[in-house]
């Protein structure tokens, strides 16, 4: 007797980029690849290496003031120091972003198989982000800069989000806050002006992440084309307001005030900058593509990507 899954059922659908991968298939694969490469950030690092003298905490080109005139002013040890900060920022957002994901991943399956490859991985993936947030509340201490929470307005609507969103818009802010940050420490953890400790830390999310995203792009795929017009059309929206807020929280504003600058100004010089729209844009350009090859960018979130800077 044959039986009928929900990927027999789906067989034959494809999008844009063709036919639909079988849900079992891509999970085993990545389960598969999860036993070869997965890490202990606790082991694997050298967490008690001291800080190395003139190293960065975060590529220069990087930093959200680079290129800018108050960067041209600013002397080496204030950049580096900003770098330091910024990097503590960003460790703090990812912290902030995994625990939300985790969630979203547990609603995803609540009322899935529990013996399925697809329910098992996306088990794996939460071990994967709790490994991660440890990873980066250690690093973010190894520097000595404080924890950048984001505000209490944004904090809040997280909270929303993670408790209402439909699926194919989880998956949507899963792949917003994995790939810019994926591409942005694809070029920091082969950097060697970097700090050893952070080329570590961002080696071991780039292997870990990349799982993740396949996962995330395979399964937003699935559900656009699934989904009814209605879940569609607020993925869209939903996404299009992500985009928005994730790029205004991406650097805390408090960075700058504890290196000594005139918030105002970095703000201004920071949104006036054409080096930082094209770092974010280029960062971005690997999903929004990929999003809008599946129709996601369409309408009213198509409009919001743009007003965040992401989309050129």
Not at 60 to 65: D, G, K, N, R, Y
Request: with cysteine; proline share 4%; glycine share 6%.
């Amino acid at each position: 007797m044959t039986t009928v899954t929900e990927d027999t059922e789906l067989s034959g659908l494809r999008d844009a980029l063709g036919l639909l991968k079988d849900r079992e298939q891509v999970a085993l694969r990545l389960l598969e690849s999860s036993a070869r490469h997965s890490f202990d950030p606790d082991k694997e690092l050298d967490w008690d290496a001291p800080v190395e003298d003139g190293k960065w905490f975060w590529p220069p080109e990087l930093v959200s003031l680079y290129d800018t005139p108050l960067w041209k002013r600013m002397s080496e040890e204030q950049r580096m120091d900003l770098a330091r900060h910024e990097a503590a920022s960003l460790a703090s957002l990812g912290i902030w972003f995994e625990i939300i994901l985790m969630q979203l991943l547990v609603r995803h399956i609540y009322d899935k198989s529990v013996t399925s490859a697809h329910v098992r991985y996306a088990l794996t993936e939460i071990a994967d982000e709790c490994r991660h947030s440890m990873m980066f509340a250690r690093m973010i201490q190894k520097g000595g800069a404080p924890t950048y929470p984001v505000t209490k307005l944004n904090h809040n609507l997280a909270r929303i989000l993670k408790t209402v969103s439909t699926t194919p818009g989880s998956f949507a802010c899963t792949l917003l806050g994995e790939e810019i940050l994926d591409w942005m420490q694809r070029l920091t953890f082969p950097d060697e002006r970097v700090q050893t400790i952070v080329r570590g830390v961002t080696r071991i999310h780039v292997v870990e992440e990349a799982r993740h995203v396949r996962y995330a792009r395979e399964e937003l795929r699935r559900q656009m084309v699934t989904a009814p017009r209605w879940e569609r059309e607020l993925t869209r929206i939903s996404s299009g307001e992500a985009a928005r807020v994730f790029s205004i929280a991406f650097v805390n504003p408090q960075v700058y005030t504890d290196v000594g600058l005139d918030r105002r100004e970095a703000l201004a010089q920071v949104k006036a900058s054409g080096h930082r729209r094209e770092v974010m844009q280029t960062g971005a350009k690997r999903l929004t593509d990929f999003l809008d090859d599946i129709g996601v960018m369409r309408g009213v979130g198509r409009r919001l990507w743009k007003s965040s800077g992401l989309l050129a």
